[in-house]
């Protein structure tokens, strides 16, 4: 489906925000120098110069203007004129996409006006700041701000400020999809309109009363509230106002799906927008229009409207509607069946997508972690395209850049590499062609994708589908596995050395999915059960029977795995074909990204241990915590077989003590609690044994570089709701980041015995040496599974207590 902006409306949200007009400034002291008065009167000029520019969508002139006042006001040491030439700059960097700088200028105007004691002024730097906030999709900080504002402009009685920041709250309750209460803000800022006669504000609430409507499916209802707002636009010449309910009558007419009543609105907003020089609400005008030529079929028309869309967000630096833009514009041409220049297109939006997320990295990770869930559909929709056609290597850079994404939206300290700082690439016939893309006509398009194709086709198979070197340099027997969750379908990415990339599609829904995923995880949780026996299976039959002869094809012998979504909750290991458990037949390295394997690391001879144990004893709480009495066994036993090992156990297990001692160990292990929660890196930690911890946020910060694993042997992942795994991809990160090649870390807590004697086993194979990570874990996992392996009357070949151990990494 296109997706049509959801907008409350540029008209409305113009006036919302709270620009700092010059009759607010304060005056200079009478005896000022003239030449100070003429400078202040030029930045006042300046200053209303910004904000008409900004209104009429020149937004790079509306900075241009608004730094030059600012340099005024801070020569001739006026406070206020500053801190509101600041808010101005705010405003127009969150138009053009830039929310770091916005929410920069936007808090130094904040503290001018608090150091001033400038209530006005805090109260529009609030209010800007959550407007800024709302462009990010981070809905609950927007409010945070604008309950601020609320506060203040109730306090001085300032009713106009208090009705737009109801409006405000109102449009941030219809993002987060809370309708009545979005209605309830907006018939207060209705009210308080009626009340002081502000027919603007009047006009706009209606407007905005009519959009909730319309979301709530009563659409007679939403059309009496626009045109309520259209009569009193056009009874006080408000021609922004009159756009913003013709705009907004045309949308609610698509929904009815009365197409050609729709248009006849949408062009009569084009027009007015097209008259007061409204350069966004023109661009606005055109995705509109568009859609209504798509649903109509006049696929020539809806290309048509969209490529102006596109010149005018390129002229006027709108790069989030630039990137809406060309992800609309690849959606026709690929229903139009011009795959080839749809992906183009679907490339340049992810292209910008990437140059906005770049500009935010500064921004607090659950804001950019906001806005990288509002468009990852950009990144998928590209990497689906590609998989139609072909292209499997492209499909898997654009995946391995997602996934670096989102480690850094959740640990914001994630850099990557040479290998993933080039982004999405462009073949050599596309970037020929790049410079056209908001220039085309509908009659050249099949003839350029004519074009594209067969140049793209001329291409040796091994460049479209050229395999990274580093990728080639895979060990014998090893084979990358790369799942693709989607929407209708779950595609499989296959490679192995040597030979060219494949894709195997299951038809298979997202949610049926997760809810097998969620089943099966349950039941290999369950020790009691045998269940695992009858769920995994189907969970095999998705992820591995699809690629089965692939893999004998192959030789393999090892599966690089790097899980997309909820699937990184499973251990692939645990997938059972009826007959056998997967790692019966395969080692299984859990990988982060491909582009962050190194496949010639190698494991060091000479094994130095540092080991730690939280202690406890059976029953006791610690520190919020179970102790773990089979800890301390657990260390020493691995100190028995390896003499050189630094142990520290209980009270002496401390956060400080074990930074100090880990450096220049090839093992590092850590028999303690760990949790690992979806959401933020802070709240997922690692309890040393006197209470002290350390955050999934600061693991990076220790000096791991000379340690080939990092073991945590008591964690546990998806505490709560389970999320997209990133807490489990973080941990994994951190510890390469720190200097690690690999890391063990379990899925669920396991008992404290069924441990023990994992890691018993584990070691014991590791002492015989010339044993790669995974060769050691997967033996030691053979060996419960086959019995040999026990403690008293239990058998521990559940695959709770084997399978949750994962190794990520590189363990070869």
């Known amino acids: 489906m296109r997706s049509r902006l959801k907008l409350i409306g540029v008209n409305a949200i113009a006036l919302s925000l709270s620009f700092c007009q010059v009759s607010t400034l304060y005056p200079l002291e009478p005896a000022s120098a003239q030449t100070a008065q003429d400078r202040k009167a030029e930045a006042d000029r300046l200053l209303q110069q910004g904000i008409q520019q900004y209104r009429t969508s020149q937004f790079e002139a509306a900075l241009q203007s608004s730094q030059q006042a600012l340099q005024i006001y801070r020569v001739i040491g006026n406070r206020q004129g500053e801190g509101h030439a600041l808010g101005n700059l705010g405003i127009a960097y969150n138009a053009l996409a830039m929310y770091d700088k916005a929410i920069e200028y936007q808090e130094q105007s904040l503290l001018i006006a608090r150091e001033i004691k400038d209530r006005l002024g805090e109260g529009a730097a609030l209010g800007n700041l959550g407007i800024t906030y709302d462009s990010l999709s981070k809905y609950d900080k927007a409010i945070e701000y604008q309950e601020q504002r609320l506060a203040i402009v109730r306090e001085i009685k300032d009713r106009l400020g208090e009705g737009e920041t109801l409006g405000n709250l109102g449009k941030a309750y219809y993002y987060l999809g809370k309708y009545d209460k979005a209605i309830q803000y907006d018939l207060q800022w209705l009210a308080i309109s009626r009340e002081i006669k502000d027919r603007h504000g009047e006009g706009y609430a209606l407007v905005s009363l009519g959009i909730n409507y319309r979301e709530l499916s009563k659409y007679n209802k939403a059309i009496e509230y626009y045109l309520q707002s259209l009569l009193i636009a056009r009874e006080i010449k408000d021609r922004l106002g009159e756009g913003a309910a013709l705009r907004n009558l045309g949308i609610t007419y698509d929904s009815l799906g009365k197409y050609d009543k729709a248009i006849e609105y949408q062009e009569q907003w084009l027009a007015i927008s097209r008259e007061i020089k409204d350069r966004l609400g023109e661009s606005h005008a055109l995705v509109n229009l568009g859609d209504s030529y798509y649903y109509l079929g006049k696929y020539d028309k809806a290309i048509e409207y969209d490529l102006q869309w596109l010149a005018i967000s390129r002229e006027i630096k709108d790069r989030e509607g630039e990137g809406e833009a060309l992800n609309i514009i690849g959606f026709v041409l690929e229903t ?402 720190a200097g690690a090649k690999a890391s063990i870390a379990s899925l669920w807590t396991v008992s404290d015995g069924g441990t023990q004697l994992l890691m018993e086993a584990l070691y014991g194979n590791l002492q015989k040496g010339n044993t790669s990570m995974s060769t050691s874990l997967r033996e030691a996992q053979l060996s419960m599974i086959r019995r040999s392996v026990k403690q008293g009357e239990i058998n521990f070949n559940h695959p709770y207590y084997w399978s949750a151990f994962v190794l990520i990494g590189n363990g070869l």
């Not at 398009?445 to 194709?453: T, V, W």
């Not at 202690?615 to 919020?624: I, L, T």
Request: hydrophobic share 40%; charged share 25%; glycine share 6%.
């Open 336 to 737: 139009q069946k011009q795959p080839d220049l749809a992906i183009l297109y679907y490339k340049q939006s992810v292209k910008v997508t990437e140059s906005i997320r770049k500009d935010i990295r500064k921004l607090d990770k659950d804001i950019r972690k906001s806005y990288l869930d509002a468009v990852s559909y950009r990144y998928k929709n590209l990497a689906n395209h590609l998989l139609k056609q072909g292209r499997v290597t492209e499909a898997l850079q654009v995946l391995d850049l997602l996934k670096i994404q989102e480690l850094e939206d959740y640990l914001k300290n994630v850099k990557g590499n040479d290998r993933t700082a080039k982004g999405v690439e462009l073949l050599a016939p596309e970037r020929a062609i790049s410079g056209q893309l908001s220039a085309l006509s509908y009659d050249k398009i099949p003839e350029l994708n004519r074009q594209l194709a067969s140049q793209i086709q001329q291409l040796p198979k091994s460049e479209i589908n050229k395999v990274p070197d580093y990728l080639q340099k895979l060990p014998k027997g090893a084979v990358l596995l790369y799942p693709l969750i989607l929407d209708d379908r779950l595609e499989l990415i296959f490679f192995s050395a040597n030979t060219l990339p494949i894709n195997r599609t299951i038809p298979i829904k997202k949610a049926d999915l997760e809810k097998l995923v969620t089943d099966v995880r349950a039941d290999m949780r369950d020790y009691t059960s045998l269940d695992i026996k009858n769920s995994s299976p189907k969970l095999y039959g998705v992820l591995i029977k699809p690629i089965e002869a692939d893999l004998k094809q192959a030789n393999a012998t090892t599966i690089l795995y790097a899980p997309d979504g909820i699937l990184r909750y499973i251990p692939l290991s645990a997938l059972y074909d009826g007959k056998q458990w997967l790692v019966e037949k395969y080692r299984v390295n859990n990988l982060i990204a491909y582009s962050l394997f190194d496949p010639d690391s190698k494991p060091q001879s000479n094994i130095r241990i540092f080991a730690g144990a939280f202690g406890g004893k059976k029953g006791e709480n610690r520190f919020g915590a179970n102790g773990l009495p089979a800890t301390i066994p657990e260390v020493e036993n691995i100190q028995t077989s390896f003499p050189n090992t630094t142990k520290l156990v209980d009270q002496d297990f401390t956060a400080q003590a074990s930074k100090a001692k880990v450096s220049g160990n090839a093992i590092v292990h850590f028999a303690t609690h760990a949790k690992f929660i979806s959401g933020s890196p802070l709240d997922s930690y690692v309890l040393f044994g006197d209470g002290s911890k350390v955050t999934l946020a600061e693991i990076n910060e220790w000096q791991l570089k000379d340690a080939d694993l990092v073991v945590l042997s008591a964690c546990e992942t998806g505490v709560g709701s389970l999320g997209n795994g990133a807490e489990i991809l973080g941990f994994g990160y951190q510890v390469q980041r």
